[in-house]
């Protein structure tokens, strides 16, 4: 569900852009308060999996389709929002930047979409309202599935709701609308299954980290070094190994843009769009996650350059997390000695 900056006028952009500039903002200074020596790990180590994890698509039977996890919801659950919403942009803005994933003037958007819904509303009127009466595995089953299908369902919206006040003709609103719900709940309903199963793994590792009951996502007094290892060596093979063989079918924003315009993309207007694009070609290493020369590999062989962009993205997110997060412990304690 990464937009690309073609499908948003320049208007749009610049007002998601600060709308979410603005979230984030408030984020940071919510979490330089909840800084502890778990949480800035906790919150690398999750991101450089949602940056994998959001490499692997998988088909959706009977559609043509494929889809991958969001992984805000994740986010937030472990986190808490604010530091979930931090997470997501900081795997958003790799993906951007070096990958060419999602345009870098749509990045407002994408980022509001796959990171406000989540974390502002999913997660706390109907993740933390479900599990507060009804603390258990199949509790976290049902609200995770619930909390999934609903974050998408909203990011699908704004997407729609997005493309539709840029004036994008070649999108209307109502067949556009009809084809990215249902697909975006096929999507929703399989990244309510991955999420609770990751949650099921930590319940019985570290239920604590799910019980607390601060929302702010405090996290003091629990030793995350097994999680946390093998939350890194998932990623590792997600990235590393699983990448390669991610279903090549369009994900549901594509499959449904195709369905609705009968284009497999839409132009970019000059302008603006322009800068941004010739701007982003110098800044992606590895455009659509390979390198920019490379043939298609052979089926069934792992594409160096897929699983070099897997590790090294996965790497370079939970480096900018660890460094962000690092530079407000410091603000922070230099605050406390003024």
């Given at each position: 569900m990464h937009m690309a900056d073609a499908l948003i006028s320049p208007?749009?952009?610049?007002?998601?852009?600060?709308?979410?500039a603005g979230i984030l903002g408030y984020s940071i200074k919510k979490v330089q308060k909840e800084l502890n020596h778990n949480k800035v790990p906790l919150m690398a180590v999750m991101g450089a999996f949602v940056?994998?994890?959001q490499m692997i698509n998988f088909a959706i039977p009977l559609?043509?389709?494929?889809?991958?996890?969001?992984?805000?919801?994740?986010?937030?659950?472990?986190?808490?929002?604010?530091a979930g919403?931090?997470?997501?942009?900081?795997?958003?803005?790799?993906?951007?930047?070096?990958?060419?994933?999602?345009?870098?003037?749509?990045?407002?958007?994408?980022?509001?979409?796959?990171?406000?819904?989540?974390?502002?509303?999913?997660?706390?009127?109907?993740?933390?309202?479900?599990?507060?009466?009804?603390?258990?595995?199949?509790?976290?089953?049902?609200?995770?599935?619930?909390t999934s299908i609903i974050g998408l369902q909203l990011g699908s919206l704004g997407v729609v709701l997005e493309t539709f006040l840029s004036g994008k003709t070649e999108l209307p609103l109502g067949s556009f609308l009809l084809l990215m719900q249902p697909i975006h709940l096929a999507i929703g309903i399989i990244e309510g299954l991955v999420t609770a199963a990751i949650l099921s793994y930590i319940y019985t590792e570290r239920r604590e980290l799910l019980e607390r009951k601060s929302p702010s996502?405090?996290?003091k007094g629990i030793s995350l070094r097994k999680v946390l290892l093998i939350l890194m060596v998932a990623a590792l093979v997600l990235g590393g190994i699983l990448s390669s063989f991610a279903s090549e079918k369009p994900d549901g924003l594509?499959?449904?843009?195709?369905?609705?315009?009968?284009?497999?993309?839409?132009?970019?207007?000059?302008?603006?769009?322009?800068?941004?694009?010739?701007?982003?070609?110098?800044?992606?290493?590895l455009p659509e996650y390979d390198f920019k020369t490379t043939s298609e590999a052979p089926s069934r062989i792992?594409?160096?350059?897929?699983s070099l962009a897997g590790v090294g993205g996965g790497l370079l997110t939970l480096l900018l997390i660890s460094l962000f997060g690092y530079l407000l412990y410091v603000y922070k304690q230099r605050k406390k000695n003024i």
């Open positions: 208007l749009v952009g610049g007002v998601m852009w600060s709308l979410s940056f994998a994890a559609t043509g389709s494929s889809g991958h996890i969001g992984g805000g919801i994740l986010l937030a659950i472990l986190l808490g929002p604010y919403f931090l997470t997501m942009a900081s795997v958003l803005m790799i993906q951007a930047l070096f990958f060419a994933d999602g345009g870098l003037l749509a990045l407002g958007c994408n980022l509001f979409n796959l990171g406000f819904f989540t974390c502002f509303i999913a997660y706390p009127l109907v993740y933390e309202a479900l599990v507060s009466k009804r603390f258990s595995q199949k509790g976290i089953l049902i609200a995770s599935l619930l996502g405090i996290i594509e499959w449904a843009i195709f369905h609705t315009s009968g284009k497999e993309e839409l132009g970019s207007p000059q302008g603006i769009h322009e800068v941004f694009s010739n701007l982003q070609e110098k800044t992606a290493v792992i594409n160096r350059g897929t």
